[in-house]
T-cell receptor, first 113, second 111 residues
Framework: DAGVIQSPRHEVTEMGQEVTLRCKPI?????LFWYRQTMMRGLELLIY????????DSGMPEDRFSAKMPNASFSTLKIQPSEPRDSAVYFC???????????FGPGTRLTVT | QKEVEQNSGPLSVPEGAIASLNCTYS??????FFWYRQYSGKSPELIMF????GDKEDGRFTAQLNKASQYVSLLIRDSQPSDSATYLC???????????FGKGTLLTVNP
């Protein structure tokens, strides 16, 4: 079975540019989570969806960040405009409803210069 | 604010020894507890989960949970150099499936 798929794996962009990160959850999983990981702050939950509906976006740092899940097999996390402090590894994870075990994708390493 | 605390390490053990990783959490309502392993430059990988007080064993790994003390641990027996990684403790409170992660403990197993 394919795991969680994320793209791109690496993204380097200039400050002010729009960045879009993509995620395909494990087939059949109906919960999807976006995390950000930095050395200073560790792994932080940004937003999570259940059955394609955003349930909790309290971790989204500010209005520059937005996330969508148009269907059960695809989600995007967008940063517009990007800033150097957004540089981090962004992970997507999914889980099967009713179970709490989350499975992570390979991550997108974002560098904003 | 729910908190999960881990000793950042590094924890260094010789090959073949038992490595003991510890985690405390602040939310008494937490129900589910997870250990993830993260190799450098890789994503977190789920290795153990525990829901009930006591011990849960899976191969060389044993998770221990004490809800009264708000403490969860991971023991790795017969440690191998391939076990060298950062171990993340994660705690879920209530039924909303949100996990709060500790910052992780770096484990180094020396040949």
């Amino acid at each position: 079975d394919a795991g969680v798929i994320q793209s791109p794996r690496h993204e380097v962009t200039e400050m002010g540019q729009e960045v879009t990160l993509r995620c395909k959850p494990i087939s059949g999983h109906n919960s999807l989570f976006w995390y950000r990981q930095t050395m200073m702050r560790g792994l932080e939950l940004l937003i999570y969806f259940n059955n394609n509906v955003p349930i909790d976006d309290s971790g989204m740092p500010e209005d520059r960040f937005s996330a969508k899940m148009p269907n059960a097999s695809f989600s995007t996390l967008k940063i517009q405009p990007s800033e150097p402090r957004d540089s981090a590894v962004y992970f997507c994870a999914s889980s099967l409803g009713g179970q709490n075990e989350q499975y992570f994708g390979p991550g997108t390493r974002l560098t904003v210069t | 604010q729910k908190e999960v605390e881990q000793n950042s390490g590094p924890l260094s053990v010789p090959e073949g020894a038992i490595a003991s990783l510890n985690c405390t959490y602040s939310d008494r309502g937490s129900q589910s507890f997870f250990w993830y392993r993260q190799y450098s430059g890789k994503s977190p990988e789920l290795i153990m989960f525990i829901y009930s007080n006591g011990d849960k064993e899976d191969g060389r790994f044993t998770a221990q949970l004490n809800k009264a003390s708000q403490y969860v641990s991971l023991l790795i027996r017969d440690s191998q150099p391939s076990d060298s990684a950062t171990y993340l403790c994660a705690v879920e409170g209530g039924s909303n499936y949100k996990l709060t992660f500790g910052k992780g403990t770096l484990l180094t197993v020396n040949p």
